[in-house]
């Protein structure tokens, strides 16, 4: 069964920095991209930062040039460093890896468990 499992995260005060980690596991795995999203209370899931096979990266206006995503392809993991964090920032992170499973050629979206993230001000 392929999962992946979310670690970092915690409390910090305003301008501080935090960093998530994700793995991906189980069977045999091509990642085609991982995502971090976040929700925060009362507010719908919304895009953090992604990073392609290609390599391709993309980020959320609201965190350029404050968080960094890349990836350890030979561990399919993949990290967010953040900085400069502000209270906007609090939410529960989640990690999603779009894989295909390479026996069967099965095309899968996981999503982790979410992390908590809270900056205070």
């Known amino acids: 069964q392929v999962q992946v499992v979310e670690s970092g995260g915690g409390s910090v005060q305003a301008g501080g920095s935090l960093s998530l980690s994700c793995t991906a596991s189980?069977?045999?795995?091509?990642?085609?991209?991982f995502g971090w999203y976040r929700q925060a209370p009362g507010k719908q899931r919304e895009l953090v930062a992604t990073i392609m096979y290609n390599g391709n990266i993309d980020y959320a206006d609201s965190v350029k040039g404050r968080f960094t995503i890349s990836r350890d392809s030979a561990k399919r993991s993949v990290s967010l460093q953040m900085n400069r964090l502000e209270p906007e920032d609090t939410a529960v992170y989640y990690c999603n890896a779009a894989v295909t499973e390479m026996t069967t050629f099965e095309y899968l979206e996981v999503w982790g468990q979410g992390t908590q993230v809270t900056v205070s001000s």
């Open positions: 189980g069977g045999t795995l091509r990642i085609n991209s």
